[in-house]
């Protein structure tokens, strides 16, 4: 059994995967060739934002957003340290400075009660994640971000395809920042990711970001990276696309049977108003490691999202402490949670049997810890 199964998903679109490969191989535009545009518009139908800007990855999706915002050195960007670190690191990269907010103890996304105290004349943006692939409190947080003057910029790294109130992650904010790494919902065979908005200028900014800056051929505007995604991989989420409203349903499908078969065990919640796209199917159990360790013996793979929360960790401890070197709040229930989940195998080919070697190993393995 395999944690997230990528095999089963190319035997089953082998045939255009390959072929629009080999297309990007006839035509030699390997750099912005035809595909990059056909999946921006690709995508921007399926999310209904106006503009989506492809780049070379979700971390670059997040810098260029904030570059777009063009931040000041002291400004402070309030996100949650219970995330992969890509969100906090590329708001210290921009310039400014991380600021933690805990997050719920249910869903594991950011606790919007708590946004408000975060909040200084410093403040530029809130980036909130939709961990797991499910969407935060997006409609709140756009209130707050608006009575502040502040954008919002969504980490959707693990939420595309995410409904949230009936409307897609991605197109619910400032920006939208995706990602296509392999074992994301929507994936390529590399690096890649996108970037949403439905501000003209802010989408004009960030095309030229992502080729250096230039508004015209070596014509620097402004500072910019070297951020596109590759022709070939845009090629190969275009023909992964053809199934991916079947691939979410079957993680709908997937999810909905861990949760009735897991019923007892603590598990990360989806609000009713609102769907995960199952990046993770994520449960939360004491003495982990030992239940990992069992898992792993009986042949079920697991993952951990995430050991340790950034605000302990080395590289992000200046930003522990407020601006104004106050003592750290702390997220007490981010470090609590870190210590206690555990992800299970998810992907759409996902088969009934394998599901249930999962479910019998793990609740022998909690019933074990438990005595
Ligand atoms: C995967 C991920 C990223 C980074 O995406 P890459 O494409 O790997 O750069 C950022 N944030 C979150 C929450 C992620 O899960």
Known sequence: MQF??????????KTSID???QRVLDHGQYIMGPEVRELEEALENYTGARHCITVASGTEALLIALMALELQPGDEVVTTPFTFAATAETIVLAGARPVFVDVEPDTCNIDVRLIGAAITPRTRAIMPVSLYGQVADLDEINAIAARHGLAVIEDAAQ????LYKGRRSCALSTFGATSFFPS???GCYGDGGALFTDDERLARAAREIRVHGQSARYQHTRLGVGGRMDTLQCAVVLAKLERFDWELERRAAIGARYRARLEGLEQVTVRPDRNSVYA????MVDDRETVQAALKAAGVPTAVHYPKPLHLQPAYAAYAADAAGRSPPGCPVSSRLAARVLSLP??????????DRVVAALRTAVAAGAR
């Open 4 to 13: 997230t199964d990528l095999k089963t998903q190319y035997g089953a679109l």
């Open 19 to 21: 072929a629009r490969i």
């Open 159 to 162: 939420s595309f395809g995410a």
């Open 184 to 186: 994301k919902p929507l």
């Open 280 to 283: 993770q199917y994520t449960v």
């Open 346 to 355: 998810m992907s759409a080919d996902l088969g009934a049997a394998d599901q």
